[in-house]
């Protein structure tokens, strides 16, 4: 399947990854609107090892452990190989969090598990981190 | 074509169709459920009986999943087993196998207690049925006493506080939650819940008397209705009759198959390879009796595949109270608290053993995968473990291939 990868070493760590995943499931199409005045909680997260910096976002596991964890059935991995959530049945009670190895999956302000979905489920159908990194340390594709 | 019996209903039974149907695309596969109902999650009852779930949640997977991956499902209690002829009987029915999976679980403990055939509303909390029973009992009102302050019973309360106030919890140990916390962390538990919940603590019942619970103490507490949440016992009668080695648990071999040819055994009946320690236990947790599951229905279709290292480990919010951990509570305890939030971590030499964390959770499973790939950390600070987690605290060689796609962590 086509997944996201990260070449850390072209990243610059300047989290504009971050603000497109924002906007990209903001669910408008205004990036005023979706940023101005807003913490955003975004599916991707710049992180950093000395003067190395790198977005984690879901790595789509093969076995997944937070779908093998999930009690409600809000976490699936998809015949297409992606890991979605659906929040309407998360419970909050946190066992996702509790076993993902790359820390990529999280509970929203409001309890519910949140996670990146590859751009599938919002309207701009590709994930908006890839196209959007100015420096080309993110990517979208079959390996 | 090769015929699959599993017996039980959940997720153990899930994780082994899963397992069965990724190396066996042809399996004829027969599910015996004596719950007779389609599979569900039990975990989900306190949700339901919260009303934060509806009904037809419980259904984690669709009310249709048999039928959607093709499997034959008979709502039947399995009486015998017969491992000769390679058949099972359920209400006088055979079903032949060539590979059988015993995913029966285990059901709640309920010891002789003098006097409890006199109490009118008795519940225990664990199937959807008990659910159901409990929630018309409560939808009559009054007061209610939970004997067992553990997850089960714990839950159990924050259901029932949907319907009323007046709930009293007793247990035998000194603090909540006393097998899934430590005394610090189940202290700070019973501390935030003390306001809401009337703990009765270091209470051994002696015997009810009607409604009424009598305590080794002497103190007397008056109820409605009771629910005993005692902990659980794996079902692993069907098993033993049959010559199966079972010791606290049915024992398995890291390919879930029994001391019997075309046996398997997965869920809450088996004993894990409990990583920390490397002694075999019962863990009894919804992960392990996916995987477990899973790694048997993929050996039962002729794959070689091995469940060798299992964490015990519980996630869960509790009256708004997070709290989360894993591993065992051992070793060098490092804590810290952050704000309203209290963490510890369980350290020996290089190893991580186990750590709870009350609130704020995110990034756990980076600790958890410390337990269970037994990493060094040598070479990382407990202080950022603990409250600044992220990729950083991997090898980075480790790290760039698993962003960089060539391997998973």
Redesign the interface.
């Known amino acids: 399947m086509k997944r996201i990868y990260v070449k850390e070493e072209w990243c610059l760590g300047c989290r504009l990854c971050e603000y497109e995943c924002a906007y990209a499931n903001s669910g408008t199409h205004n990036i005023v609107l979706a940023l101005k005045d807003k913490a955003i909680d975004p599916n991707v997260k710049v992180q950093e090892d000395g003067k190395i910096t790198f977005a984690v976002s879901c790595r789509h596991c093969d076995e997944p452990l937070c779908v093998s964890a999930c009690i409600s059935g809000a976490l699936t991995k998809e015949e297409g190989g992606a890991v979605t959530v659906d929040r309407s049945k998360c419970v909050g009670c946190g066992s996702c969090v509790m076993v993902c190895p790359y820390g990529a999956v999280r509970l929203t302000k409001e309890g519910s598990a949140n996670k990146c979905q590859l751009c599938m489920n919002n309207a701009f159908g590709e994930p908006l981190c890839v196209s959007k990194c100015p420096n080309g340390a993110i990517v979208f594709e079959e390996k | 074509m090769k015929k699959y019996v599993l017996i039980g209903g959940s997720i153990a039974t899930e994780?082994a169709i899963e397992g069965i149907l990724s190396a066996d695309a042809q399996a004829r596969i027969t599910v015996i459920c004596g719950e007779k109902r389609p599979l569900y999650?039990r975990?989900?009852i306190s949700?339901v009986l919260e009303k934060?779930?509806p009904d037809e949640?419980l259904y984690?997977?669709g009310k249709d999943y048999y039928e959607k991956k093709g499997v034959r499902a008979v709502y039947a209690m399995a009486d015998k087993i017969d491992p000769e002829k390679k058949l099972v009987c359920a209400e006088g029915k055979e079903y032949p196998y060539d590979e059988l999976l015993v995913a029966t679980g285990s059901k709640p403990f309920v010891p002789p207690i003098k006097g409890l055939e006199g109490v009118t509303e008795k519940h225990t909390f664990y199937t959807m049925d008990d659910m159901t029973g409990l929630r018309a009992a409560l939808e009559k009102g009054g007061k209610v006493l939970i004997v067992g302050a553990g997850l089960i019973g714990m839950k159990c309360a924050e259901g029932v506080k949907e319907y009323t106030d007046d709930i009293v919890i007793a247990d035998m140990a000194p603090r909540p939650l006393p097998a899934a916390t430590t005394p610090e962390a189940g202290a700070i538990v019973q501390e935030r819940l003390s306001e809401i919940i009337d703990f009765r603590l270091n209470a051994a019942l002696d015997r009810f008397e009607g409604n009424k619970a009598v305590f080794a103490s002497g103190e007397e507490v008056a109820f409605d209705v009771l629910v005993l949440a005692l902990g659980v016992r794996p079902q692993v009668g069907l098993l033993k009759e049959i010559g199966a080695e079972v010791s606290r648990g049915v024992i398995v071999n890291e390919r879930m198959q029994t001391n019997l040819p075309h046996v398997y055994a997965a869920g809450d009946l088996v004993e894990s390879y409990e990583t920390v320690s490397g002694d075999k236990r019962l863990l009894q947790l919804?992960?392990s009796a996916?995987?477990g599951g899973?790694i048997a229905g993929r050996n039962m279709a002729g794959e070689e595949a091995a469940f060798t290292t299992d964490v015990p480990?519980?996630?869960?919010?509790l009256f708004g109270i997070?709290i989360?951990s894993?591993g065992l509570f051992l070793g060098q305890k490092t804590e810290a608290i952050v704000g309203d939030d209290y963490r510890a971590i369980y350290t020996d030499g290089d190893r991580v053993n186990g750590f709870i964390l009350i609130g704020d959770?995110?990034?756990?499973?980076?600790l958890?995968?410390f337990i269970?790939k037994k990493r060094s950390i040598a070479g990382v600070e407990v202080t950022k473990l603990l409250t600044d987690?992220?990729?950083?605290v991997y090898p980075?060689e480790e790290?760039?291939a698993?962003?960089?796609?060539k391997y998973?962590?």
């Open positions: 994780g999650s975990p989900l949700y934060k779930t949640g984690f997977r919804f992960p996916y995987l899973k480990m519980n996630a869960t919010k997070r989360t894993a959770s995110t990034r756990a499973g980076i958890t995968d269970r987690r992220d990729l950083s980075a790290r760039r698993a962003l960089g796609g998973e962590i």
